[in-house]
């Protein structure tokens, strides 16, 4: 866990880098996994595999581009 944190903490002090607290910038990595989780529960029985990959794909570039001064 301590090479997570420090991962962590190099991007939160990045001054182009919106989020400033690791802890939070945690939760959103965990709630970005519960995409993965998503595809099974919700997209393959109603036969939308490819629209889950392509909004997973949009979901995190928009993420992405929202994470970093411009």
Same mark, same amino acid.
Request: proline share 4%.
């Given at each position: 866990?301590?090479?997570?944190?420090?991962?962590?903490?190099?991007?939160?002090?990045?001054?182009s880098?919106?989020?400033?607290?690791?802890?939070?910038?945690?939760?959103?990595?965990?709630? #970005?996994?519960?995409?993965?989780?998503?595809?099974?529960?919700?997209?393959?029985?109603?036969?939308?595999?490819?629209?889950?990959?392509?909004?997973?794909? #949009?979901?995190?570039?928009?993420?992405?581009?929202?994470?970093?001064?411009?």
């Open positions: 866990m301590q090479a997570q944190s420090e991962h962590l903490e190099r991007w939160v002090t990045d001054p880098f919106r989020v400033d607290d690791p802890e939070q910038l945690q939760g959103l990595f965990r709630l #970005l996994g519960f995409t993965v989780a998503a595809r099974e529960e919700l997209f393959e029985p109603a036969g939308a595999v490819d629209l889950h990959d392509s909004s997973q794909a #949009l979901l995190v570039d928009v993420v992405v581009d929202g994470l970093f001064e411009g």
